[in-house]
């Protein structure tokens, strides 16, 4: 029953979006050995593709909770942001290993996937985007997270600093170490 009012909502909030077109779809990662489940939150109506930018999302499974796409259509449509692509990647089981730090895994060996996902990003999602939707290249690219989410955007950021020219960091889970707090931990020595 839950999936019947899940479907529900997100048909009517399609209903309602009269400036965005939202489309999820399955890419194929070679890096992370698993299809990728992306929504696509594409502006109408633009003149020349090359005039948007690209915002990219880690955790986008939960945007409808926000709910994402109604607050993206009010700020098209009102004028207050301009035109803006944005793509939320949905995590899997292997979130924690997907997500975190490529060069430093955390005390429990968490991370171990996270360059494979920046990867993705990098050199199969975006050219995924510039193939499917014939945009030549983008006007800026962001990339943002809530969460762990967040402390891999900053990661992927920080190692693909001529990809990403903005960071969105909320919440973000920056308790990412390499000791236990339990293990003498000392805030003094890292």
Known sequence: MAWLQTLYLVLMLLENLSHILVE?????????KRYVIVDCYLPKNIATPT?????????????DEMPFAPVLNE???????EPLFCVGIHCNKDRRDEYGT???LDYEGRGKKASAHQAFIVEELI???????KIE???RKA????????????????????VFST???????????MKDLNDEYDDHQH
């Not at 999820?24 to 992370?32: G, T, V």
């Not at 700020?75 to 942001?81: A, D, M, P, R, Y």
């Not at 050219?127 to 939707?133: A, E, R």
């Open 75 to 81: 700020l098209l449509t009102s004028g207050q942001i």
């Open 24 to 32: 999820q779809r399955a890419i194929a990662s070679k890096h992370l």
């Open 143 to 162: 990339i943002a997270g809530f969460s762990l989410g967040g402390l891999s955007a900053i990661d992927t950021a920080w190692n693909y600093p001529d």
């Open 137 to 139: 290249a983008f006007k």
């Open 127 to 133: 050219p995924f985007l510039h193939q499917q939707y």
């Open 102 to 104: 490529a060069n430093v």
């Open 51 to 63: 005039e948007i930018s690209l915002l990219v999302i880690n955790d986008g499974q939960s945007l």
């Open 167 to 177: 960071i969105g960091v909320f919440s973000g889970s920056l308790w990412w170490r």
